[in-house]
């Protein structure tokens, strides 16, 4: 049969009676950590002026081709319809007198698509925020891509309890969120036009997995001005009343932010750069009547001395409303200012004019805020996408299978594949055992899962797979994750929790006055995994940098419950750890079709009579029609689910096919059939030159190898007869 060759939907000349050897495989058991493309050899392509033209000139001089820098989309079609490969992925060089070229098929278009690429290409903005006490709490009481869980991050302590019947309150400065796994899951196969389907994605394991921010990210302030009472300085203007007083100068003990300024002057406090801020001002009044107080912005151009009632202030936020006499008042507020933005204070009273006794007595703080804003685009940038659809994939067991004629890529678990598969009998298909072995691919006898540390020789939460074969090595490191593990020791919050380090403290010997005893810094790129156990009952988020909380009805708090790679080669490797035990690999040759090839399904095992045994096909070796193809077979301890029928007579009317017909030698050939019964006498094989004139074959057989037909001329028509019945399989005509 003759093959059609699409590359970029262009038909491409092929050599007459050229084939395309084929190798097909998904999942090579032979290692952990990789997933496989099926692929051809590398054929020839003629030169020919159509050849040329599809290349886009590919070779001539001068030539400005892409074709050699490209994907090149590519299909494989026999000339009768069956299709091997579909939109695979063509490699096209120059061989001389001809292009060469290598097909690929299979998962290498989801992995060519994202070789490059990491996390923060996928367009992550729609989760930048700030780190406050609202969208902490926001993300415990709403459905968002991300989440902050309560656990130890190392750094200070951020949990205590509420006295009496006050809310237990969630200190959030040394915090971090995380990111929803299975929505970021979605994301990336959305993101390249991909589709995904497998029962592993519908459980609480995946759903229930969050990827945490990889570095520490804390709020803070700095003083940027303050004043004390026993500083101040207050224009009185004898007693007289207005409904507007400003607070005319004040001296600094910390910075000055706008310099030397006249007593008569207001006091302006100008932001040196844009950002938020925190004013907070303590103090006491002797004054006539209530008043507010009054923060205006950019009210320089006002005049020196703000009182006059019919003066409009530019008011920017009331601060404290209703102020009595006498009364001791702590007040903070956080806003915004761009740089050289100013402010300054003013008392008012909207009803009545008033004045005071005597100068009052204020504390006023200018704090500028640096609130950790949470970038997941800048912060994923080192996550490569390839490596983190590996941790999902070796985390859960799985095997990729890609639909050949959409985009869509199936996961299935080793329990799925090994334990509850569909199964198809190959009996009648297997020509010769050429070996089999013992030892498979590099395993050793200790074969180790293994996450990051932040202490060397740590591996508390690593574990191997078990192979008892004295003859293999005797260990090896099969995965190596990108994922930190938590700390060995557990620390104590609402509970015992797990320690992520973010933060490393550092002890300060003999500190200096007012040095903090401890410091906490920050740590990058620590990737860690967690799930999210909801507890219910009313908390405070809050932010000591930011002075500000927020109250929630739950939160939620971490657990690495099935997360170590014990748990999970206990929960997703035990078949392939049955597999492994006595481990049994058999190189066998087999007579396939274009049939066979074009339309099977590595999901499924294989059972062969002579062998007397259900098989994984881990491999298909180098395809060519009408010949032996050797592939590698993997030993499956399979029972087949043993099921009640009614029995119900039925009519069977018997029937011999034919697939195919392999010449071993000029004379010699193999007829590949089935039957839907058992004979029980022999069966007649025809031949014939012509299809017209038939005689009968001689056999040749041998114990558990199919029978050989020998014929005394050259035949390229075959039936089988079976005598007792009359019944006459297809002609097979062999090209």
Known sequence: MSLLLYING??????????????KQVNDLNSLDDRQASYTNKFKLPKTANNIRAMDQMTLSGNLSNVPYQKNTCSLFNDVGECFVYNGWAVITDGGDYYEAVVYDGIINLFKEVEKDTLASIGLDEL?????????????????????????????RIYSRGALSFPDRINIDYMVPSINVAWLWGKIFSHYGFTYSGSVFESDEFKNLWLTYPKGLENSGEVIFQSVPDK???????????????????????????????????????????????????????????????????????????????????????????????????????????ENDSICLVFRNPSDKFFFWYTPSLNVTLTKLTIGEMNFSNALADFSIKDFIKEIVYRFGLTLFKDKYTNNYEFLSLTEQLKTPAVVDWSNKFAKKLNESYIYGSYAQQNWFRYKYNTEGAFHNDHYITVNNQNLAESKDSINSKIYSPEQQLSLLDAPTNIYKLWEKEVVEEPENDEPPVTYKALDKRFYLMRAN???????????????????????????????????????????????????????????????????????LYYIDALSSYFMVNKINNYIPGRLTKCELVRVNYTPIQREYNVVPTIRLNTINIHNVVQLAPLNYVINYETNFTPVSNLVYQYSPDGVNWKTAQVQQSPRQPDTVITPVPATHFRVRYEATRTLSNTFILD
Do not use: M
């Open 232 to 338: 101040w300085h207050w224009l009185k203007r004898y007693k007289a009343e207005w409904k507007t007083y400003s607070v005319s100068f004040y001296d600094a003990e910390i910075n000055e932010l706008g310099g030397d300024q006249p007593e008569d002057n207001v006091r302006y406090l100008t932001a040196p750069e844009a950002g938020n801020y925190r004013l907070t001002v303590k103090g006491k009044l002797a004054v006539s009547t209530k008043v507010n107080l009054v923060v205006c912005k950019n009210a320089n151009d006002y005049g020196t001395f703000l009182n006059p009632e019919y003066i409009p202030i530019p008011d920017f936020f009331t601060l404290k409303e209703n102020i009595n006499s006498q009364e001791e008042f702590t007040v903070s507020k956080n806003f915004r200012l761009e």
């Open 534 to 604: 909801l507890r219910a009952g009313t908390v405070r988020a809050v932010s000591s940098a930011l002075a500000s909380t927020a109250l929630a009805s739950r939160y939620y708090r971490e657990s690495f419950t099935k997360l170590s790679f014990s748990d999970i080669i206990n929960t997703y490797y035990t078949p392939l750890q049955s597999i492994l035990e006595k481990a049994l690999i058999v190189n066998a040759e087999l007579y396939l079709t274009d049939s066979d090839i074009s339309n099977f399904d590595f999901k499924k």
């Open 128 to 156: 930048t925020h700030e780190k406050t006490p609202e969208t902490v709490a926001q993300s415990w009481t709403q459905d968002l891509p991300y989440r902050y869980i309560l656990a130890d991050y190392n750094g200070k």
């Open 10 to 23: 262009q038909l491409i000349d092929l050599d007459a009676g050229q084939y395309i050897a084929q190798t």
